[in-house]
């Protein structure tokens, strides 16, 4: 089993970039179990406006990182992972995650 996490600060970049990735499984002829929706990480950072007294001069900005994850049942092959890095945008971060579940039989 495999799963692939996506993050972005762009929701865009994000949802075009999965769709490229559903069809290039599509051509190699491995279906994905599931797409998952992670929730947006939002992270809140406050300034002051004025480097001495005035408290209540502040500014407020915020970074938003959107994830969604691809669980696959099929294992890859080494061409599959060449292509998916091979066209990523440069702010897309990917994390793989490969994990073999077998069987024992006595």
Partial sequence: ???????????KTLVIYL???KYLL??????????VHLPTAKRRITLL???????KAQEQFEIKVFSKAIIIKNCFKKNIIKYILI?????????????SFKKHFS
């Fill in 1 to 11: 089993m495999t799963k692939i996490i996506f993050k972005s600060l762009d929701k």
């Fill in 19 to 21: 769709f490229f990735i």
């Fill in 26 to 35: 599509k051509k190699f002829n491995i279906t994905p179990i599931s797409t």
């Fill in 49 to 55: 406006k004025s480097p001495h007294v005035n408290k």
């Fill in 87 to 99: 066209n990523k945008p440069k702010n897309l971060k990917l994390k793989f995650f490969f994990s």
